[in-house]
């Protein structure tokens, strides 16, 4: 098959196998401080995590991830019982993790090189605070906070590599919620909820040589040979605050019962986007309504 190019191009078969004998682990443990009022809390775990990816520069596909997690805190209750409240700090190291080859642009333009080089290593380390609780029979409320510093530590023959943030990883996000039950009265079985969260800017996408937003390097030097260097656009998520709102009325008829619940997403219609870069919807509005014998 011609393809226009001055050398002949090696295409690998579609389909690969590989063998590994692996296996994954947990131990954990608490020990009362102070009874159920405060409790310490360890775990230790270990996983793996197949992978389907097959390197189209080779035909080869890539061996198992691999982690190590640890984990530690506290947890307690408060205000008689009615609120809980946990707080931990945590490691998590992953490896064998196939790192894209700079070199390699397409299995057209690169034939032989391969797709993926070494196994990278990663490592995820923060800490999160969640406090939940009913402090009255109509009021519920649940608030979240979390740290996670999300970084390339080993890359294969590039140390120039390491300490990179990982993509898509915020350092910071946080959550909150308040649900409020309306029991007497003509609107009794009303509940009413808002919620929240906070997603802080994040590395999406990093820039090749040329970046169209440092404005620095060269940007497509020979566009009629794009394999001779691709740039890439740098874009980085901004922070985003988004809200959702909800109704929903529990009533019976006759044998069946019925919930009718209201939910309008991303309340202030703000923009955020998702993983490949894609606008999400803006503001949504949804109705439903179930019924059961």
Known sequence: KSTGLPYPIITPNSSAETENDLFSSSFGGNYKLIGNKLVGFLSLSSSYTPLTKIDIGTGELQDPEKGVGLEGGFRGRIFDDSVYWTASIYQIDRYDIPQ?????????????????????????????????????????????????????????????????????????????????????????????????????????????????????????????????????????????????????RRFNLGPTKNNVRLNILNLLDEDTWTVTGRLKPGREYRLSWSMTF
């Open 100 to 248: 894209r080859n700079p070199e390699f642009i397409s299995v057209d333009a690169t034939p032989g090189v391969p797709q993926y080089i070494g196994a990278g290593e990663e490592r995820s380390k923060g800490y999160e605070l969640e406090i939940n609780g009913d402090p009255t029979d109509k009021f519920s409320f649940r608030f979240t906070f979390g740290y996670n510093d999300a970084t390339l530590t080993k890359f294969p023959d590039n140390e120039a590599m390491e300490g990179r943030k990982l993509l898509n990883a915020p350092e910071f996000t946080s959550s909150m919620m308040l649900i409020y039950r309306m029991k007497e009265g003509p609107f009794g079985n009303l509940d009413m909820g808002i919620s929240g969260l906070y997603v802080d800017r994040y590395y999406a996408r990093f820039g090749g040589a040329g970046s169209y937003v440092s404005g620095t390097g060269t940007i497509n030097p020979n566009p009629e040979q794009p394999w001779e260097r691709i740039d890439r656009i740098e874009e980085i998520r901004p922070s985003s605050m988004t809200y959702n709102f909800f109704l929903q």
